[in-house]
């Protein structure tokens, strides 16, 4: 699997998750900065996203929808802080209701993705800093870590195919 680690971190309330791909840095970033690609492998396989609003630029937003398998959506967006492309990416992930409006009574994460070339391939950092322990352990029992696993463990399939 691609997934190499995945390290909780409750003093520093960071969820850290490194996967190890045997593609170069840039094909590793068009997964990130192509909204057709994100939508491939961005949230688990029984739930696909589909990206609304795309702009992966500071200040910039991205607006998606995951579908369940019983045909249920639940939204999501990110407000994009820092690009620095092909090798770093961070925003502020959070959930949004129905009409896609941000829900402030749920946790959002600051997020740091960093590419870096490693023995041919690239290696991925995702780190996601939560405010609050009980921010942290409320993510984590909506499935976060699990759900991060297979999402991310789909990358490989679309770099290889």
Known sequence: MT??????????????LVADFTAPVA????????????????????????????????????????????????RGWWRITSVDAPTSLEFTDGFADAEGVPSADMPTTSTRVTLTERDGGTRMEMRSVFDTAEQME?????????????????MDGLLTG
Request: hydrophobic share 30%; charged share 25%.
């Open 27 to 74: 094909r590793v970033w068009q997964l990130w900065s192509d909204p057709r690609q994100l939508e491939r492998w961005w949230g688990p396989p029984t739930y696909p996203a589909t990206v609304e609003e795309y702009d992966l630029t500071p200040g910039g937003e991205v607006t998606y929808f995951m579908t369940g398998p019983e045909g249920d959506q639940y």
């Open 3 to 16: 997934v190499t680690s995945m390290d909780k971190d409750p003093d520093r309330l960071t969820l850290t």
């Open 138 to 154: 409320q993510l984590a029992k909506m499935g976060m870590e699990e759900g991060l696993r297979e999402a991310v463990g789909q």
